[in-house]
Nanobody
């Protein structure tokens, strides 16, 4: 499974950005998909995810400002980020956990995959 991200960039405080992520590859079923971020000198942290049941999960710091949307038919997701703050500055990584078929019998295993990361900078 390969994750390709797009979006990100430089925006002023209070502005908006939209990130997109699309998964492709051999036969797979997405269990969880979303974004994590990592600021300089800090650990990678969860931003927002959804699971196969459509349940979403947001970091407290982004609730009410960020919205994650799933696009099942395209195995894709988007993250709309509004009211951005300087503390949102980080590299954002798309992540998914997926069941992949590993043999002709249809045996599946779950694996974690990461996108290449995209820089989001919030600064005046």
């Amino acid at each position: 499974v390969q994750l390709v991200e797009s979006g990100g960039g430089l925006v002023q405080p209070g502005g908006s950005l939209r990130l997109s992520c699309a998964a492709s590859g051999s036969t797979f079923r997405i269990n969880v998909m979303g974004w994590y971020r990592q600021a300089p000198g800090k650990q990678r942290e969860l931003v927002a995810t959804f699971n196969s049941g459509g349940v979403t999960n947001y970091a407290d710091s982004v609730k009410g400002r960020f919205t994650i949307t799933r696009h099942n038919t395209r195995n894709a997701a988007s993250l709309q980020m509004n009211s951005l703050k300087p503390e949102d500055t980080a590299v954002y990584y798309c992540h998914c956990n997926a069941d992949i078929v590993v043999n002709v019998e249809g045996t599946t295993v779950d694996r974690d995959y990461w996108g290449q990361g995209t820089q989001v900078t919030v600064s005046s």
